[in-house]
């Protein structure tokens, strides 16, 4: 597309920890704010980079709802557990200290969890367990969010696109990492095809007389009033598993809050009462596990690398030359790009316009 334009990603990330350093964030959140979502530019996941860097966090500064200064309490610390207060700080900030907890009591404990609470959108969540594979640790982790999903049978939207992540280290150049939301699809995609123009593929989306919604602007709207809803993992009813996709959600939903007594579904909708911006008070969980406390770890990485191995060496469908395991893709993605940079469209290069004019924000071309 001609209106597409490929930025290097030192320009994009210097972009955004410049202008949230202009709004008070201080300099080694901003950095971690920006590697996190230019990490999910890099891997193609383009639903979760800079597109949602003004919508998602700038304009929540500036609404007075997300605190630019993430203030960081330990509320417990048992051993292998710990409980921490993001005071409605930023969720990436809250995410790399938590996980860092978690590896280095799982180091300890041979297997740990930490719980968040009072948080907000940590951007992707492969990022944090890519951090636990790095380390020779299987990591987990998992978000609560706006109410979106609507439970098999239903078609009210009740909980939050809620990813179940684990990243799994092997032996080969990518490791395992599973990062998908459980529902159909999420927020971030529907945004995509809204700045793309494109309409939704039939089954993602359902309005509140059960029938498929595929106009994308119409959708966004629709679900933060309440009139549609994302289907589950599996789709519509259970003839294909949606009620999978609404169990796992719901998984989610309550380790992401009963575990320090946080806000659930319908109280994470970023309103009070009379329709104001408040906090959306999101919380997430962060898991991980020691390898070496179970069999070396060489052995384990060779182990779990010949399992795909085999898994991408089995007879193809008809039409088909490759079978995929979770994170080669977008490791694939991330040798495609890595010269390139991202590519920008028109709507995200006016936000970037703006912003660097507003803020004075002087950037370095590579």
């Known amino acids: 597309?001609?209106?597409?334009?490929?930025?290097?990603?030192?320009?994009?990330?210097?972009?955004?920890?410049?202008?949230?350093?202009?709004?008070?964030?201080?300099?080694?959140?901003?950095?971690?704010?920006?590697?996190?979502?230019?990490?999910?530019?890099?891997?193609?996941?383009?639903?979760?980079?800079?597109?949602?860097?003004?919508?998602?966090?700038?304009?929540?500064?500036?609404?007075?709802?997300?605190?630019?200064?993430?203030?960081?309490?330990?509320l417990k610390d048992n051993m292998a557990t710990a409980v921490i207060d993001a005071n409605n700080g930023f969720g990436h900030v809250a995410g790399v200290y938590a996980m860092n907890m978690a590896i280095e009591k799982a180091k300890k404990y041979g297997i740990s969890m930490v719980s968040v609470k009072n948080s907000s959108h940590y951007g992707i969540a492969g990022y944090y367990v890519q951090m636990a594979a790095d380390s020779g640790l299987i990591g987990m982790t998992g978000t609560n969010a706006r109410p979106s999903i609507a439970p098999t049978f239903g078609v009210e939207n009740m909980l939050g696109t809620n990813p179940l992540t684990i990243g799994i280290p092997t032996d080969e150049e990518f490791d395992f990492i599973l990062d998908c939301a459980t529902s159909t699809t999420q927020r971030?995609?529907?945004?995509?095809?809204?700045?793309?123009?494109?309409?939704?593929?039939?089954?993602?989306?359902?309005?509140?007389?059960?029938?498929?919604?595929?106009?994308?602007?119409?959708?966004?709207?629709?679900?933060?009033?309440?009139?549609?809803?994302?289907?589950?993992?599996?789709?519509?009813?259970?003839?294909?598993?949606?009620?999978?996709?609404?169990?796992?959600?719901?998984?989610?939903?309550i380790l992401s809050s009963s575990l320090h007594l946080g806000p659930f579904m319908h109280s994470l909708t970023g309103m009070d009462e009379n329709n104001n911006p408040t906090p959306y008070r999101l919380g997430h969980f962060f898991l991980a596990i020691d390898v070496e406390h179970f069999i070396e770890l060489d052995l384990f990485k060779k182990h779990t690398g010949d399992i795909l191995r085999n898994l991408r060496g089995s007879k193809k469908a008809p039409g088909h030359d490759r079978i995929y395991t979770a994170g080669e893709k977008e490791y694939l993605e991330m040798l495609e790009r890595k010269d390139k940079g991202a590519p920008i469209g028109p709507v995200i290069q006016k936000q970037m316009y703006e912003l660097i004019n507003e803020h004075k924000i002087e950037l370095k071309e590579e």
């Open 1 to 74: 597309m001609d209106d597409v334009k490929w930025i290097p990603f030192k320009v994009l990330e210097d972009f955004m920890e410049g202008v949230l350093v202009k709004l008070g964030v201080p300099q080694v959140d901003a950095k971690i704010v920006s590697e996190v979502l230019i990490a999910a530019d890099k891997q193609g996941i383009d639903s979760h980079g800079i597109g949602r860097f003004k919508p998602i966090y700038v304009d929540r500064i500036k609404q007075g709802i997300l605190n630019p200064i993430t203030k960081i309490d330990v």
């Open 188 to 253: 971030g995609k529907i945004e995509k095809y809204a700045r793309d123009e494109k309409e939704l593929p039939l089954g993602w989306v359902i309005d509140n007389d059960g029938n498929s919604e595929t106009d994308p602007k119409l959708v966004l709207d629709q679900l933060t009033k309440g009139y549609a809803a994302l289907t589950p993992l599996g789709g519509v009813g259970e003839d294909n598993g949606g009620y999978k996709g609404y169990g796992y959600a719901t998984v989610v939903e």
